[in-house]
């Protein structure tokens, strides 16, 4: 009862909703939430390489941003091994797609 | 200090009617009505254009009582789909001018913007913008109360908005005196019939009478009239009668985690032997753990309602029980909600049913039961059923009463709240 005279209480108790109504605005305002995937330039690229690379011969930890589509999906881990020919890279055991990369970073000690 | 909100509720007018008439040109200036299906018992007028209504037309009547003050009345049936969609097309101008748009009902919304004033002038000019625009391009005419809060806002555009001819209004605060306080109660906010009859009993004929009232009294009065647990509505209604009122434009607010699920349908015939309303009893139960289940939530509280046949003599029964274990899995909760309808159904012929869920926990992780060794596997068989309803329509796989004359899964299917899609 006390909600009522709360927050939006009032507006939340009172009103009339059809639930599909309130389903269509919900998946409404979740496509907009939506990422979508950045696409790297060559350089971009380069700096991903040689970060990987770095880490797959050094054992260096490193942090690989990944795309995905609601989420901020960062991958954090040494890379063990990179698998061109399936185009996918291995951090800690699990296999990641290399498509998926929007960015990568030495992780600072 | 803070800039003072500048708050707009926008209404449209007759709104599933001028929908209707958007999407039929040749029907324009003939009186036309939205009107449910007389056969199935929901044949009342859902919506009427303002030339129905000058014939007298009112919303809510019975169609025949329509018909013999209007004979040439055009009848439509109702679309509930389409009427969804233009909402949402509605919604996306308002959020063209903010991006704090809350819808309140199918054809009401509030905006706040105060953030966006600046580029337009004033609100009432930003107000005939946004009207002309959704005129243009959906066809309906919409009005807008303005105020530096939502009360006011929605008070402005039902009280003037509705009746002048612009269709814009702003009820600003230190306008109350002249424009709010001297409307009789039945004006305000949240004041049906019932609580208008409350309030003239305890010698409260006008909204400034309530306002004037000091909370504290207000209290004892409403305690005396409506019992012990008044004190909240007492001060709800003493906000609202002072135009007082904090809460925000909150375009998320559909997202929140329901605390009920329930569904609840008025039967096209009275049902009069136990068999029959165990069958409807079942469909709802079966649509209430489907919704459950797609949310991911499990319940722990079943309630069952029944309304009688009679309106002269009021019977039925709303009675709810907690089940030993939450869950979604429908015979489970059949089996609990018959218990309920048992124990409480007087014998009466019913018209309307209800199920619903609540107390949620999260379907992922759940109780081992003795008495339920096979959880595991009646969870699969309902997500099993969920996707094939998901992918071919709900009715592509019913319970084989559905089948029986007392059945309504395939009717219901076609139906947003009561009313054809």
Known sequence: MRKKLEGNGLWESSRMMLPEHKAAI???????????????????????????????????????????????????????????????????????????IEGAALEAE | ????????????????????????????????????????????????????????????????????????????????????????????????????????????????????????????????????????????????????????????????????DSGIYTLASDKLATKLWTLPIAKMFMTGSRMTRHFNAMGLETIGQLAATPLEKLKTLMRRKLGRNSDINAELYWRIANGLDDSPVTPGTHETAPTTIGHMMTLPRDYESLEEIKVVLLELTELVCQRCRSKGYMGHVVSVACMGADYSKPSGFSRQMKMDDPTSVTNQVYRYAVQLLKRHWDGLPVRKVGVSLSQFAADDEYQLSLFEPNQEKWMALEKATDAIKRKYGDTSIVRAVSATKAGQAEDRARKIGGHYK
């Open chain 1, 26 to 100: 919900n998946a409404y305002s979740e496509s907009l939430r939506r990422r979508v995937r950045i696409e790297l330039d060559e350089q971009e690229w380069e700096q991903v390489s040689r970060v990987v690379s770095e880490s797959l011969l050094r054992r260096q930890p490193i942090s690989v941003r990944l795309f995905h589509p609601v989420e901020l999906l960062t991958v954090i881990g040494i890379v063990d091994r990179v698998d061109e020919l399936k185009g996918r890279f291995m951090v800690d055991g699990e296999w990641f797609p290399i498509g998926d």
């Open chain 2, 1 to 164: 200090m803070a800039r003072d909100r500048v708050i707009m509720l926008a209404d449209c007018q007759s709104f599933y009617a001028s929908v209707e008439k958007a999407e039929h040109p040749e029907y324009a200036g003939r009186p036309l009505v939205v009107a449910g299906d007389p056969e199935r018992r929901s044949g009342i007028i859902l919506a009427a254009c303002p030339i129905a209504k000058e014939y007298g037309v009112i919303t809510a009547e019975r169609l025949g009582d329509s018909l013999a003050k209007c004979p040439d009345l055009i009848i439509v049936q109702p679309r509930m789909a389409l009427y969804i969609d233009i909402s949402l097309m509605i919604t996306h101008i308002y959020q063209s001018y903010t991006d704090l748009v809350e819808s309140y009902s199918v054809d009401e919304q509030f905006l706040d913007v105060t953030g966006s004033l600046h580029l337009y002038g004033s609100a009432e000019e930003l107000a005939a913008l946004i009207q002309k625009r959704i005129q243009e391009e959906t066809g309906i005419y919409t009005r807008f109360g303005i105020g530096p809060n939502k009360i006011l806002a929605k008070m402005a555009c039902d009280n003037y908005a509705k009746k002048n």
